[in-house]
Structures are given as C-alpha cells and as structure tokens.
T-cell receptor, first 111, second 113 residues
Framework: KNEVEQSPQNLTAQEGEFITINCSYS?????LHWLQQHPGGGIVSLFM???GKKKHGRLIATINIQEKHSSLHITASHPRDSAVYIC?????????????FGKGTHLIIQP | NAGVTQTPKFQVLKTGQSMTLQCAQD?????MSWYRQDPGMGLRLIHY???????DQGEVPNGYNVSRSTTEDFPLRLLSAAPSQTSVYFC????????????FGQGTRLTVV
C-alpha cells in the first residue's frame, strides 16, 4: 500500500466549480506539501503544512494530523487551474530521505 | 534569484552512453535531491545530499551517481544509459530536509533508445 494516497486520480469540472482534492497518508510526518505541475512543465510548491489551514488566493489547504488527511480546495475554478496536483509528505522517520509523493490528481477545468 | 536551474531540458541517449544532468541552485540551500517521474507513479527519490561533500542513496539509486562539491551544484550522472532510465528527472532543493518549502527545477525529459 502506498504511504501517500490521493483522490480522485482524475477530475474534470466546469469553470467556476468548487474543487476538492484529497490526500491521505499512513506515516508520521513533519510536513505535508501540495505541489502543482502543468503539462510539460516544472513543479511548483503551493503550500507546506504541518497543522491547520493555509490560504493563498483561491487556493486553500487544510490538514488534520490526527486523521492523517489533507485537502486542497480551489474556489471559483478557472481553466488555468488545469494541472496535476501532487501531495507529498516529509516523514518523521527517514525524513532525510526526501519527500514521499502521491501519484497526483489530474485536474481539467472546462470553460 | 534564478531558483533551481536544470539542464538540459530534453535529451536523447543511446543505450550505453553516459551523460550528466546538471542542477544548480542560488538560494544557499543545504538539502538537494534528485527524483524521477514515471507515468502512473509518484516521484521517486534517486539520490540526495544534506550538504557539500555529503550524499546518500534514495529509493532508486542503481545506475546513477552524484557528487556535491559545492553547496550550489548537484549533478546527476548516468553511467551507462538503459531504456529503463527513460523518465523525467527533477532536481529539488530546500533549506532543511523536507520540513521547509521545496523548490524544483523545470525537469529534464530523458529518452534512452
């Protein structure tokens, strides 16, 4: 079983819809990262969380440490939000071994 | 600041050839790492470094070498390229291990024929 699971794998929505992407993990973590990757492009860090909630523009990320779960929300979605969203964790044990990644959620926002 | 710079962006190699993927960062980060990204899989760690002169293996190190002679540079060497090394490679850096924001390069798309 993967240590980081994302759902859904694929999501197609209409412009303006509220989007939720989920991430569950099974290990103790020092931090959880949400990353964005546009087709053929590099990877950009959106958020790093160790507790609570963070907001940046139309993006909101939350984490529940007790439930080992995080969500990424996009409000008023726009076609430019179309990308792969990746959840990654830094583990408490073996944390120097880099981030552990989910497989990503492929999001398409249709106009 | 340029952030993390990776070169080349694209590369085609023949089986058995060797090459070096370059990675440089200008943020004075101690922690640097190399990942590969394959379809249907999450990024996987190849090698990492916690500072100049210190490197260690990640999850999938076979066929790759690294060195860290300066804080800024962390090149990844493919010793004898194999088709199984066809992938997209990302270099990343952060100030302290994985509990701080990670910065990624633009990626290198490598095809081994």
């Amino acid at each position: 079983k993967n240590e980081v699971e994302q759902s859904p794998q694929n999501l197609t929505a209409q412009e303006g819809e509220f989007i939720t992407i989920n991430c569950s993990y099974s290990v103790g973590i020092s931090a959880l990262h949400w990353l964005q990757q546009h087709p053929g492009g590099g990877i950009v860090s959106l958020f790093m969380l160790s507790s609570g909630k963070k907001k940046h523009g139309r993006l909101i990320a939350t984490i529940n440490i007790q439930e080992k779960h995080s969500s990424l929300h996009i409000t008023a979605s726009h076609p430019r939000d179309s990308a792969v969203y990746i959840c990654a964790v830094g583990k408490l044990v073996g944390g120097a071994d880099g981030l552990t990644f989910g497989k990503g959620t492929h999001l398409i926002i249709q106009p | 600041n340029a952030g993390v710079t990776q070169t080349p962006k694209f590369q085609v190699l023949k089986t058995g050839q060797s090459m070096t993927l370059q990675c440089a960062q200008d943020m004075n980060h101690e922690y640097m790492s190399w990942y590969r990204q394959d379809p249907g899989m999450g990024l996987r760690l190849i090698h990492y470094s916690v500072g100049a002169g210190i490197t260690d293996q990640g999850e999938v190190p076979n066929g790759y070498n690294v060195s860290r002679s300066t804080t800024e540079d962390f090149p990844l060497r493919l010793l004898s390229a194999a088709p199984s090394q066809t992938s997209v490679y990302f270099c990343a850096s952060s100030s302290v291990f994985v509990a701080t924001e990670a910065f990624f390069g633009q990626g290198t798309r490598l095809t081994v024929v």
